[in-house]
């Protein structure tokens, strides 16, 4: 078990990695669950990425106090408007657009319901 746990969690890092450089993928997710895997696998890299200057602030931050940051809930909401706004621009079927709304609208109703 605990190779899957690492595997998954480094792919979880390269995703959040690639989310870095492209704005539609979250970076924050993938980290946190990254931090998730490893914590099941591999302490050495636990410890490395809850330590990491960048994406470190912000797993505390979920491990502790289950807090986003305004800046995460800001750009999360972005993103997830411009997905809902693309998939409407390509004539997505309405049953997708509708699925679709409802549950971005249940994600940012959890997200904005977190603590800061």
């Not at 990491?52 to 972005?78: C, D, M």
């Not at 549950?103 to 959890?110: H, Y």
Request: with cysteine; glycine share 6%.
């Amino acid at each position: 078990m605990r190779i899957l746990w690492l595997t998954f969690g480094v792919i979880c890092v390269a995703l959040g990695a690639i989310g870095v450089i492209l704005p539609l993928l979250p970076t924050v997710p993938f980290m946190l669950l990254a931090a998730f895997c490893f914590a099941r696998s591999s302490e050495r890299l636990h410890h490395w990425l809850v330590m990491h200057p960048q994406f470190g602030p912000a797993i505390q931050n979920w491990q502790e106090y289950g807090a986003v940051s305004r800046r995460a809930k800001r750009l999360a909401t972005v993103s997830v408007l411009l997905v809902w706004g693309l998939t409407i621009v390509l004539g997505a079927p309405g049953y997708v657009i509708a699925i679709q709304a409802v549950v971005l609208s249940a994600v940012m109703l959890f997200l904005w319901t977190r603590p800061d």
